[in-house]
């Protein structure tokens, strides 16, 4: 069968499954008694699954910029149902500013227009790559030992002992953190210095090892979700597609995700000690859910739609304050890396500070530059994402963390702003030094 032919009939079988998945969805809240704006719910994702049809016409593949923005289009309109207590009926300007980070991402990332990186001539030998990958592994390999010393105990080996989850994240030295974090890297880096020939393959299965330990200490979600992009990216850039595999190992990455918050909510005192209040009710009772939504539904609302919400009412108080952050929040790297915020010359107020409040990757670029910024910084994202993966696709290996990166990126936008991160900001750094 003809290749071309082959996508087309996949691309519109998603479609039609996006299509039929919504209708369900539609019936299933009817049914819970859900009343808010199920009908704009319904607009928002049918306009979502018509983009990544498109998407798939444009770039002949299924993976690609567009489809996988779908999860943060799929965000916007759960967030409407307002499922949640804490849910608030949008601001006529947060919706425009919803739909203009849509459209604006969906623009730049369907335009043709190559990125010229002052950085792309810039390689070094293979000798280099390698002298650097195994300092970078030293420097994390003692943060990683550094915070563990500081915690007291491995959590991995203790997780049902103490309170694991608290015990991690008051006891992390932030600047070193960083570093003990890109072992969800290093597998990656790994394997693609062990297809130049340069590591064994006994090497490679060690740091998969090691560094599946290391990320399991610290019982977060967002960087084994990072870890399973990257690895399975890279795997997927030198071998031959095996969907079985893919399908495995996103079974996968959905269950670690699952058990990780069943292993956070066990430790609350109310779960432990009364063994009929189930960790679902729990998370319902503290997503302030009303209906009897089922786990995924419950871990989406208090993870992903609320955070919409928290757009909102930022969106209300900085209109109502006049506010502009001129740039600090989308140079948030750069502001890190030369510390200005740690003195002082540089302050995030605490009722806008985006990294505590999460309110979707959207705010950032309104709270600096307002409507303009949305617009402009969203069709940048949507230019720097299609980059990448256009270079990815041409199989050029360095890009595939670059563009897995991305992937990242997009997947944790209905959470809070990676792009503009200073640790997705260290990666693309010590990517390019390393391959």
């Not at 230019?383 to 696709?393: A, D, E, G, P, T």
Request: aromatic share 18%; hydrophobic share 50%.
């Amino acid at each position: 069968m003809n290749i071309q032919l082959k996508i087309k009939r996949v691309a519109l079988i998603i479609f039609l499954v996006l299509l039929i998945f919504q209708i369900l969805l539609f019936f299933r809240y009817q049914f819970l008694g859900v009343k808010k704006n199920l009908i704009a719910f319904e607009v928002i994702l049918f306009a979502g699954a018509l983009l990544v049809l498109f998407s798939f016409q444009k770039w002949q593949r299924i993976i690609n910029p567009i489809s996988i923005y779908y999860i943060f289009i799929f965000g916007f309109g759960y967030s409407l149902l307002e499922l949640s207590e804490y849910s608030r009926t949008f601001k006529p300007i947060s919706i425009v500013i919803l739909i203009l980070t849509i459209v604006s991402f969906s623009t730049g990332a369907l335009l043709n227009i190559k990125i010229r990186s002052p950085f792309t001539k810039l390689r070094f030998t293979n000798r280099s790559n390698l002298i650097i990958y195994y300092i970078l592994l030293a420097i994390s390999l003692c943060s990683f030992a550094f915070e563990m010393r500081n915690i007291g105990y491995l959590p991995l080996l203790n997780v049902f002992s103490f309170d694991v989850y608290n015990d991690a994240n008051e006891r992390l030295v932030s600047f070193i953190h960083y570093f003990a974090m890109l072992f969800a890297i290093f597998p990656a880096w790994t394997y693609i210095l062990y297809k130049r020939d340069l590591l064994t393959k006994r090497w490679l299965r060690g740091i998969l090892l090691l560094s599946i330990f290391v990320i399991l200490n610290y019982l977060s979600r967002q960087t084994i979700i990072l870890f399973l992009v990257t690895y399975l990216l890279t795997y997927v850039f030198y071998n031959k597609i095996n969907y079985r595999k893919i399908a495995f190992y996103s079974f996968g990455i959905i269950l670690v995700f699952f058990i990780i918050g069943q292993i956070r909510v066990s430790q609350i005192e109310i779960v432990k000690s009364d063994k009929n209040y189930s960790s679902t009710q729990f998370l319902r009772n503290f997503a302030g859910i009303n209906y009897k939504t089922n786990l995924v539904e419950t871990t989406f609302t208090l993870y992903s739609s609320i955070r919409y919400s928290k757009l909102d009412e930022l969106v209300e108080k900085s209109k109502r304050e006049e506010y502009l952050g001129m740039g600090k929040y989308m140079l948030r790297p750069l502001i890190s890396l030369t510390f200005m915020d740690r003195v002082g010359i540089i302050e995030y107020e605490e009722k806008y500070n985006v990294v505590s409040i999460l309110a979707t990757y959207a705010i950032d670029a309104y709270l600096d530059f307002g409507i303009l910024g949305v617009i402009i910084i969203g069709i940048f994202y949507g230019l720097i994402s299609s980059h990448f993966y256009r270079n990815f696709v041409l199989a050029d290996e360095r890009y595939i963390i670059s563009w897995a990166i991305i992937i990242f990126c997009i997947i944790m936008a209905s959470f809070m702003n990676y792009f503009s991160s200073f640790f997705v900001f260290l990666i693309w750094m010590t990517n390019k030094l390393i391959v």
